[in-house]
């Protein structure tokens, strides 16, 4: 018996997800941040494996916040815009490789440490309180299914 094809990936529309951009007032830890989001809300964000991008030069590990919301039952998660650790596969025996041992999930948007993003296809970012003199207000941005980033959070989800 021959298995039934589901569906063509021809046919699949891809639609834009939109995330939300946070930017920090002052810089702090990770882990000093997440305690006092977590201080405010019925929400506990904690560590998950960190998202991996690997490039020829290096494998760059952005750190990701995860919670999960009861009463919408939505999953958030925070993934750091910017690497934490960086570690070297092979020697850069090139001048311009356009590799570096720090990397940015969005090159244009390096003042941005966070990036939220929601198990919902429209979300509602309000439901989290973030630390008052702490955090600039989120900025909603959409990513294209076109966009590195957009095939990064679809992987991970």
Not at 87 to 96: G, P, S, V
Not at 109 to 125: A, G, M, N, R, T
Not at 143 to 154: A, F, G, N
Request: charged share 25%; aromatic share 16%; hydrophobic share 35%.
């Amino acid at each position: 018996m021959e298995i039934q094809k589901l569906y063509d990936l021809d046919d699949i529309e891809f639609e834009d997800i939109a995330i939300g951009l946070v930017r920090l007032a002052k810089h702090i830890p990770d882990h000093e941040f997440f305690f006092r989001v977590n201080q405010n809300n019925n929400l506990t964000f904690y560590r998950k494996k960190d998202l991996i991008l690997q490039g020829d030069y290096f494998d760059h590990y952005f750190p990701r916040f995860e919670a999960y919301h009861k009463s919408t039952k939505t999953c958030f998660t925070f993934i750091s815009n910017k690497s934490s650790e960086s570690k070297q596969k092979k020697l850069q025996t090139e001048l311009f490789t356009g590799e570096d041992n720090i990397k940015f999930l969005l090159n244009n948007q390096v003042e941005v440490q966070y990036i939220l993003h929601s198990s919902e296809q429209f979300p509602d970012f309000s439901v989290i309180l973030l630390p008052e003199n702490l955090v600039f207000p989120i900025q909603d941005y959409t990513l294209s299914s076109e966009e590195e980033l957009y095939q990064i959070i679809q992987y991970y989800e």
